[in-house]
Every structure is written in C-alpha cells, then in structure tokens.
C-alpha cells in the first residue's frame, strides 16, 4: 500500500501569504496526484488533479507540483475564501489512499 | 448542469444493512471510474471503494471487504453501495465521486450514515 504522509498537518497564514503544502508518497505516482479544498461542513472540491493541472473555475494563485513522491499545493496571495482544510489523493494504485490533511487557519 | 446526487444514507443498529445511491446527471456517467470516499466525524477523508465503468472490476478498503458492495446501473446512470455489518465506525458522510484523472469532476453531496443502538 502506498502511504501518504502530508505536511504540515495544520498552519496559522495571514491573507497574502504564500502557502505551501507537501505530500510524500511511499512509492512514485506517476502523477496520480490530486488535491482537494474542503472546507466546514462542505464537500470536498477538486483544485488540480494530475500533480500539476489546475482544475477549470479554480483561481490561479493555486498551483500544483512535483512528481514521483513528493508533491506541493502552493496557494500564491492566500485570501480569506482559501481559509479551509487541504487533502492529496493518490490514484496511482489500490488500495487509494489520501494524506491527513492540511488545516489553514487565519493568523 | 452536471451533477451527482447521494441518498439512502440514515440510522441504523451495529450489524444492519443500508444501502447508498447515487444517481448521475448532465454528464457521460458510463465513461466515468466512479467511487466511495467517506469522512467519519471530525476526521479526514478514506477512499472505500472505486467500481470500473463497465463494473467489471471493483476494489475496496480493507476495513469493508466483505462487508460492502459497489455496483452501478449504467442505463439508470447510478452507482450503488450496499452496506451490510455496519460497525459503529462505519458512522460517516459517504460521497460518490467521479475520475480523479478526467478534466471534469463531480462529487456527490454526501449522505450521513450512522450506525448507532
């Protein structure tokens, strides 16, 4: 099974920060890399999907990287929407497995 | 617009059965891998079960082998997952989700199950 470990677990930012999130995987990926935006009591939205490939409708501060087995989120100018709860996904192999999650809060 | 509607979700007893629908609109849902991610309370997310799209192949969670079954109607363009020996920690919102990989993305709005006496 492929282990996603995700850092850092949570983070105080100011809006206009730059973030950034990781995920290391246990084995590479072949890009099968994919991260979500969740935020309170809401469903989760795909932000970019293919390591790298920003998902249509989703602003352009958000950005994605990395390939094999580490992988970044990096939200440029941090605003007060992107305050929320960040997921990678691994689809590379069965069983699938997401990272612990990245909680952004207000500084 | 494209959309995926989860129901079915509810209370049940430890050892019940409940089964989760989750029916596709506006989009070419037979072209679709489709999958259960769930959300216990407070915790992140876990992939369940992910179903091919012809359903030919299915793959599932450790926890839930045996116990939970994917399927899919493609001419009612609707996914399933039967649920049976639910454990309390079973209790979550499950959501149906489409390819990870396609351009498009669609995600259900969850259904709360609760396994509870």
Known sequence: ?107 | EAQLVDSGGGLVQPGGSLTLSCTASEFTFTNYWMTWVRQAPGKGLEWVATIKPDGSDKSYVDSVKGRFSISRDNAKNSLYLEMNSLRVEDTAVYYCMSQFSSTSHYCGQGALVTVSS
């Open chain 1, 1 to 107: 099974d492929i282990q996603m470990t995700q850092s850092p677990s949570a983070m105080s930012a100011s809006v206009g920060d730059r973030v950034t999130i990781t995920c290391r995987a246990s084995q590479g990926l072949n890009n099968y890399l994919v991260w979500f935006q969740q935020k309170p009591g809401k469903v989760p939205k795909r932000l970019i999907y293919a390591s790298s490939t920003l998902q249509g409708g989703v602003p352009s501060r958000f950005s994605g990287s990395g390939s094999e087995t580490e992988f970044t989120l990096t939200i440029n100018s941090l605003q007060p929407e992107d305050f929320a709860t960040y997921y990678c996904l691994q689809h590379n192999s069965f069983p699938l497995t997401f990272g612990g999650g990245t909680k952004v809060e207000i500084k």
